[in-house]
T-cell receptor
Framework: DAGITQSPRHKVTETGTPVTLRCHQTENHRYMYWYRQDPGHGLRLIHYSYGVKDTDKGEVSDGYSVSRSKTEDFLLTLESATSSQTSVYFC????????????????FGPGTRLTVL | DQQVKQNSPSLSVQEGRISILNCDYTNSMFDYFLWYKKYPAEGPTFLIS?????DKNEDGRFTVFLNKSAKHLSLHIVPSQPGDSAVYFCAGTQGGSEKLVFGKGTKLTVNP
């Protein structure tokens, strides 16, 4: 258990509304990631962060923004949700220790199921 | 361009037999590979990994084999147990990169 929580765990919203998902970690890990999982697509990286206020885009970043004002929190925002953003969203961390930096082993949170109607 | 491919969406085996999950990759810069296991309604959990300088890594019932020339790796589970029923994701990464690149996953069902 890497001390990762995600909130909310489930959310139903309507097209066009803003949505923010929160990832919280308790172990001061440097690297944090947001993925989405969809049938037939596996896990795809949306955005990641390598420190406070340091973020970068992943494979499927369009329509998403992120913020990291504190080490422990990484927020994912859908400015105007669309039905194509219905998915399960996972947060992950990597501690940045020497071994994990070499292997890029990441630990995942429990996920947020988002439905956009 | 799919850099990590898991061409079998599903696999069904009998309890006690061997499960073999396959993964192919196209990015020759990958130097580390990881397998994750995912149960429904839970996040993926790390299972086993292998460095590109090795051809085999074993951890209990789980063994990963790497064939660099074929750009292919496989996960062997022996003996398979019903509790192994899950989706298995293969991932590749390149040294110095912060990113993992995942395959689409293979759903393993182990029948009692």
């Amino acid at each position: 258990d890497a001390g990762i929580t995600q909130s909310p765990r489930h959310k139903v919203t309507e097209t066009g509304t803003p949505v923010t998902l929160r990832c919280h970690q308790t172990e001061n890990h440097r690297y944090m990631y947001w993925y989405r999982q969809d049938p037939g697509h596996g896990l795809r990286l949306i955005h990641y962060s390598y420190g406070v206020k340091d973020t970068d885009k992943g494979e499927v970043s369009d329509g998403y923004s992120v913020s990291r004002s504190k080490t422990e929190d990484f927020l994912l925002t859908l400015e105007s949700a669309t039905s194509s953003q219905t998915s399960v969203y996972f947060c992950a961390i990597r501690s940045g220790t020497t071994n994990q930096a070499a292997t890029n082993e990441q630990f995942f949170g429990p996920g947020t199921r988002l439905t956009v109607l | 361009d799919q850099q990590v491919k898991q061409n079998s969406p599903s696999l069904s085996v009998q309890e006690g037999r061997i499960s073999i999950l396959n993964c192919d990759y196209t990015n020759s810069m990958f130097d580390y590979f990881l397998w994750y296991k995912k149960y429904p309604a839970e996040g993926p959990t790390f299972l086993i990994s292998i460095s590109s300088i090795k051809d085999k890594n074993e951890d209990g019932r789980f063994t990963v084999f790497l064939n660099k020339s074929a750009k292919h790796l496989s996960l062997h589970i022996v003996p398979s147990q019903p509790g192994d029923s899950a989706v298995y994701f293969c991932a590749g990464t390149q040294g110095g990169s912060e990113k993992l690149v995942f395959g689409k996953g293979t759903k393993l069902t182990v029948n009692p």
